[in-house]
């Protein structure tokens, strides 16, 4: 190959260094500090659900109902013989005299109403000093229990009490029902909700008529129906106020 031939070939180009930046793995200091990892949504909902338990149980209704369904839970369990008698009838009886303590001075509520209305009706009048009898008898009947008050005033104050709440019972059954067959009626599609909640309110209210019937009547069968009947009525009422604090906190929310 002569002279002119070589210098006539193409000069062969440089390779180009390599970019540092292919090297280079984090260019942030390590005392710089990481972005926080989004919380896992698993725990959003747990959060969420201890946050709704914590609230269903500030609530008075809450704490009484819970007490309720765990009371008579057991007393299903003891009226069967599931469990041990002389082990748990007496956290039995321990929660019912809780829920009564808890229920104490609810009569301040429908009296406050019975002085605030400016023109009662005689009905509702009638039924705000029904709702009185049965609220004051109750805590008559605590105090007896408790042994402030004596024997005999316990005990009539224990009648007065069935007889008043069984006539509110009548009463609640009858408002819930015109309600029902008028949400019915007007066939909407935004009152499902409402309808479903009314039906639910008329099947506690008829669990607490089977359970204050065999208060006052005495039946041969009244343990074990009123164990049931008391198991599903606070059920019943515990998921209404279930649904009521998360809805509110749903709104609160948002």
């Not at 260094?17 to 725990?43: G, H, V």
């Not at 002085?115 to 705000?128: A, D, F, G, K």
């Not at 029902?180 to 506690?204: G, R, V, Y």
Request: net charge positive; hydrophobic share 35%.
């Amino acid at each position: 190959m002569s002279v002119s031939t070589f210098q006539s070939l193409p000069t062969p180009s440089s390779t180009p260094p390599p970019e540092l930046d292919k090297y280079i793995i984090d260019e942030s200091p390590c005392f710089e500090k990481r972005r926080q990892q989004p919380p896992i949504p698993r725990l959003q909902l747990y959060s969420q659900f201890f946050l709704l338990v914590q609230k269903y149980l500030k609530e008075l209704d809450g704490r009484d109902k819970s007490i309720k369904i765990i009371q008579y839970a057991f007393k299903i369990l003891l009226h069967h013989g599931l469990v041990n008698p002389k082990k748990w009838s007496s956290m039995v009886s321990s929660f019912s005299m809780t829920r009564k303590i808890l229920r104490l001075g609810l009569a301040i509520g429908p009296t406050r109403k019975l002085l605030l209305e400016p023109t009662p009706s005689l009905w509702n009048s009638c039924v705000l000093v029904n709702e009185i009898g049965n609220t004051v008898a109750d805590d008559i009947y605590c105090l007896y229990k408790l042994g402030v008050v004596n024997g005999k005033f316990g005990k009539r104050a224990e009648v007065i009490s069935m007889y008043c709440w069984f006539l509110g019972i009548m009463h609640d059954l009858h408002e819930n029902y015109q309600s029902l067959q008028q949400l019915k009626a007007n066939n909407k599609p935004d009152q499902q909700e409402k309808i479903f909640m009314t039906q639910i309110s008329l099947s506690k209210l008829m669990m607490d008529g089977i359970f204050c019937a065999c208060d006052i009547w005495s039946p041969s069968f009244a343990n074990g129906v009123q164990a049931w009947s008391g198991f599903f009525s606070g059920a019943l009422s515990g998921y209404k106020l279930w649904r009521k604090c998360a809805s509110s906190s749903s709104s609160s929310s948002s």
